[in-house]
Structure formats: structure tokens, C-alpha cells
């Protein structure tokens, strides 16, 4: 099987940090990443089975790990030589289903680990949140993509647990199926908001995550005003079409003091929105939110942070509540329980999501295709993918 490599090399991680604080590309002989020939991983468990990877997303959380920016709490959630690629559509090879497409449900729970009885998260449905995330058979990985003993996306081949497989409907093309994974995530962000109807809502950034959380907003919350913060032109045309008023982002906290006709004090909003969505995950994003929710506000950090440093006394003294939205499982709606990435799906067709994939690459092009991911908003592109079937010969359309 061909697949792109990353293993535990703290020069080579130290030489990505090193190379992404001055701009360089990910490149050989720097990012902490190879592709090689290896053989196929033998299955962990009978039940589980092989799947060929159609098309897998780079996503924001792969280029913070290759670029040595992650938190170093991942690390005994991760274990090496792992396969990166979490934003999975796939083919059934093997079996009564083989030829089948089906979308990667990448969190390694306690179903997939054969974990019995299971934990209480996962018992209550919420996988994102197991608490056996490294128990045998497999190593310790907390998803697919991050975990030794399974292969990922970026790879010719992954390893899979039926209960992570969900398949795909003939109407999707691979494009929409591809964003399944990631649209689950910004469902469960929308969901964990807690918009009231009528609430001003904004949402700080226009990348992948940022114009699927408003998608998401709209499908399922209520807001009176949904304001979008959104630098580059594609990004600002696509977050009008998905419903959002659109600014950019220096004009975000101008824009919510006109909509809430809160006042000034020393310079800073004295009111704000009722519910801001962190879909960057910076210390300049994060402190920007700070910045325009209103006491007693609810801010939801939605990208994935590194360590970062953020003056947090707005937090303390306007009593604003901070909450994280990392994954997803079962979401408790009005109308009952239901699965997030069944909603996933829903939203994916309605919306016509797989308009957002910009890029192709095969595996040999990886530093290429890294490159594009990295400066997709600057390039004019949403979500950049790999083609892990194809050879060097296809190109970037």
C-alpha cells in the first residue's frame, strides 16, 4: 500500500515549527511526512475490515500537527508511525458490500475497540467524548488518522470498524461525501451554541469549518442576525450564499455594536452578541470574540487551538461562558435524538457542500497539495483533498 507517513522525529518537528514561523512550504527532508510502500496493516479484530480511500480531506488540525504547531496534549492520544486523513469517503473492498461507498466516522470509540461494557459517553451516545481512547486492541489514537494500527486517509488503503462506516446515498457525489465528516463537527458546534431565537450570532472566520458552522447555523438555530467575519472575496461570496451577512473582519465589532445599539466604554463594546462561534482558533481570533460577546454571552471555540496565549479577563469579569466543540455523536433535538452525521448528510445535500472542495492531488504531490491547503484563503480555495487511488499524472483541477 502507498500511504503518507508521519513518525516520531522531534528534529523534523522542530524543523516544520522552525519553517512555518518564516512562511517556507511543507516540504521533504522538513515536514515530519513521507510516502513510502509498506505492506498492509493486518486487521486489528475479525470483524473489522479494509477500505481504499476515494478522497480525504487536509484539515486545519493535519496542517497544525505537520507544522509542529499542536498542542502537546494530544500526545498520548497519538500514536506513531501514524497515517494522517480523518475527512474520509472510501470503498468497501472486501466482503458481501465490496464496491460500496461509504463515509469514514473517524473517532476511535469504545464500539470500535470492542470496549465492553462501554464507557458512559459512548454509552450515552456521545463518542466524541470516550474515555477509552486507548484501549487494546488498538494503540492509542483518538481518531483515525492518529493512530498506528489503522492507516488513514492519505493512504491507498485504511482500516476500519463497520460501526464507523456510514454509506454513502448513489446522489452524493464524492465531493459532498468528503465534507460528511467535517459538516458533523460544525453541526455539533452549531448545536453546543445554544442559539435563542432571535439571537445575534457571530461567527469569526470563513475558512471550511467557519462557512459549514454557519450552514449549520442556519439549518438548525434561530438567530435574529448571523454576522460573518470573512477576509478573502471567494470566502465572502460563499458565506452570503449560505445566509450569513457578511464583514470583514476588522468591521466585525463595528458591526455588532450597530446591530445590538450597544455603547462604548474605554474603547470596547459595553454589550455585544449573545453567541460568538471561534472557527480559527487563534489567540487573535479567540481574544476578537472576547472582544464582541456580550455579558453573560456564550463563545464556542470551534477550531482547533494550539497553546495559546490570550489575556482571559473578559472572560472572568463580563462572566462569559466558554465551551469547546470537538467531534460530534448523538445531538438531543425537539423533535428527539439523532445521530450528527445523519444530520451530516441532510445538510451536506440541501446545501450543496461539495461546491467547498477546490483541489485534488494525488499522494505524490503531497508538499504541493499541503502548500495549497495552507494558503488555500489566499489562493482562492476552501478544501484541498488527496486522491489516494490516483498516480502522479492527475492533476489539480
Known amino acids: 500500500m502507498r500511504a503518507l507517513v508521519v513518525e516520531r522525529s522531534v528534529p523534523r518537528f522542530a524543523a516544520a515549527r522552525l519553517a512555518s514561523t518564516v512562511g517556507a512550504r511543507p516540504r521533504p527532508g522538513i515536514a515530519p511526512l513521507r510516502l513510502v510502500e509498506r505492506d498492509s496493516l493486518a486487521l486489528p479484530a475479525p470483524d473489522w475490515e479494509r477500505v481504499a480511500p476515494v478522497l480525504a480531506g487536509i484539515c486545519g488540525s493535519d496542517l497544525h500537527t505537520l507544522s509542529g504547531q499542536a498542542s502537546r496534549w494530544f500526545e498520548p492520544l497519538v500514536s506513531f508511525p501514524f497515517v494522517p486523513g480523518h475527512e474520509v469517503v472510501a470503498t468497501r473492498t472486501e466482503g458481501p458490500h465490496a464496491g460500496e461507498r461509504v463515509v469514514l466516522e473517524p473517532v476511535l470509540a469504545c464500539a470500535a475497540r470492542g470496549v465492553v461494557p462501554p464507557c458512559a459517553p459512548c454509552a450515552a451516545g456521545n463518542t466524541g467524548a470516550c474515555e477509552r481512547l486507548d484501549a487494546p486492541p488498538l494503540a ?124 462604548v466604554h474605554g474603547g470596547r463594546l459595553a454589550g455585544g452578541a449573545d453567541v460568538v462561534l471561534d472557527c480559527v482558533g487563534s489567540a487573535t481570533s479567540l481574544a476578537e470574540a472576547l472582544a464582541v460577546v456580550r455579558p453573560r454571552g456564550r463563545i464556542v471555540l470551534v477550531g482547533m487551538p494550539g497553546s495559546l496565549r490570550v489575556d482571559l479577563t473578559p472572560l472572568w469579569q463580563r462572566e462569559v461562558a466558554l465551551v469547546g466543540a470537538y467531534a460530534y455523536g448523538t445531538e438531543h433535538l425537539p423533535d428527539g435524538d439523532r445521530r450528527t452525521f445523519a444530520l451530516a448528510f441532510e445538510l451536506v445535500a440541501a446545501e450543496r457542500l461539495g461546491r467547498l472542495v477546490s483541489a485534488r492531488y494525488p499522494l505524490e504531490l503531497w508538499s504541493d497539495a499541503l502548500a495549497h491547503a495552507e494558503a488555500a484563503g489566499r489562493r482562492g480555495a476552501v478544501k484541498v483533498a488527496f486522491t489516494p487511488q490516483a498516480r502522479p499524472r492527475a492533476t489539480p483541477r
Open 140 to 263: 492509542a489514537g483518538l481518531q483515525t488518522g492518529y493512530c498506528a494500527d489503522t492507516s488513514g486517509g492519505w493512504a491507498s488503503e485504511l482500516l476500519a470498524h463497520p460501526s464507523q462506516l456510514h454509506p454513502v446515498p448513489d446522489e452524493l457525489g464524492d465531493d459532498e461525501a468528503v465534507l460528511v465528516e467535517p459538516t458533523a463537527c460544525a453541526i455539533h458546534a452549531a448545536l453546543a451554541a445554544e442559539v435563542g431565537a432571535g439571537d445575534v450570532v457571530a461567527v469569526i472566520g470563513a475558512g471550511t469549518l467557519g462557512l459549514l458552522t454557519l450552514a449549520a447555523l442556519r439549518r438548525h438555530a434561530l438567530p435574529g442576525s448571523l454576522l460573518v467575519g470573512a477576509k478573502h472575496p471567494h470566502q465572502r461570496r460563499l458565506a452570503a450564499e449560505l445566509g450569513g451577512t457578511v464583514v470583514s473582519p476588522d468591521e466585525l465589532r463595528r458591526a455588532v455594536r450597530r446591530l445590538t445599539r450597544t455603547g
